[in-house]
């Protein structure tokens, strides 16, 4: 797979929104990660190469990084991580918690551009031949 020809300045700006602590060791390889996940599906969306994505979607690129390193908790040690409440009751006080494939099957069908990016993302989508 091509790399994103501005790809180290990208991962600089998302290593400055989420400064690495040392909690957790794979903190490089998860921006990594994120990044190329999210510029893999933004060239898919656009129909653009890799190489070609214009500079005018830096921000965007790492926005949706951002929104999806947060959302996924990639950045944060499984042990630190939010239980993820499926049910609370109040009387007699009982607490559900999803289990890893439920989350893992939620987070699936989750699409990673949100209305607010793909509005910005139509702007620069070209028709597939």
Partial sequence: MDK?????????QL?????????????????????DKVVSDVANYTHLPVTELPVELDTVLVGLCQQ????????????????????????????????????????????SLTDNYTAQLNSFRVVKR
């Fill in 15 to 35: 290593g400055l929104l989420n400064p690495d602590d040392g909690s957790n060791p794979s903190y490089q390889v998860m921006l990594e990660f994120g990044l």
């Fill in 68 to 111: 999806f390193l947060v959302t996924h908790q990639l950045l944060t040690p499984v042990a630190d991580r939010d239980g993820d409440v499926k049910t609370l009751s109040e009387g007699d006080t009982s607490v559900t918690f999803k289990s890893v494939s439920e989350v893992y099957a939620e987070l699936q069908s989750v699409n």
């Fill in 4 to 12: 994103h020809p501005r790809r180290d300045e990208l991962l600089t």
